[in-house]
């Protein structure tokens, strides 16, 4: 099993910056694509950005140029540069990590959560 630790969310005004965190740990295999994703109150989850292991990354257009994520393959660490928050940025964030058992089996994990709450 995989365990992933999400320190980082918190209270900010409009206009703000949070980085939120995830480290994995535990049996990890391979991990390839990182990810992070959200889910405002009464709504879907949705992707934000995501990160391949070679850095490939991809962007949900409501936050390109604001979001920035990047990982640190040695920590298993992926990380959320937040700029230039908004209130409709409100949501629980959720790291996703796929972690290759086998070349053609994976598992995927999610951590437990971290809420990021901006106010107008």
């Known amino acids: 099993q995989v365990q992933l630790v999400e320190p980082g969310g918190g209270l900010v005004q409009a206009g703000g910056s949070l980085r939120p965190s995830c480290a994995a740990s535990?049996?990890?295999?391979?991990?390839?694509?990182m990810g992070w994703y959200r889910q405002a109150p009464g709504k879907q989850r949705n992707v934000v950005p995501t990160?391949?292991?070679?850095?490939?990354?991809n962007y949900a257009d409501s936050v390109k140029s604001r979001f920035t994520i990047s990982r640190d393959n040695a920590k298993n660490t992926v990380y959320l540069q937040m700029n230039s928050l908004k209130p409709e940025d409100t949501a629980i964030y959720y790291c996703n990590v796929e972690d290759y058992i086998t070349s053609h089996y994976l598992r995927t994990y999610w951590g437990q959560g971290t809420q990021v709450t901006v106010s107008s």
């Open positions: 990160i391949s292991s070679g850095g490939s990354t």
């Open positions: 535990g049996s990890i295999f391979s991990i390839n694509r």
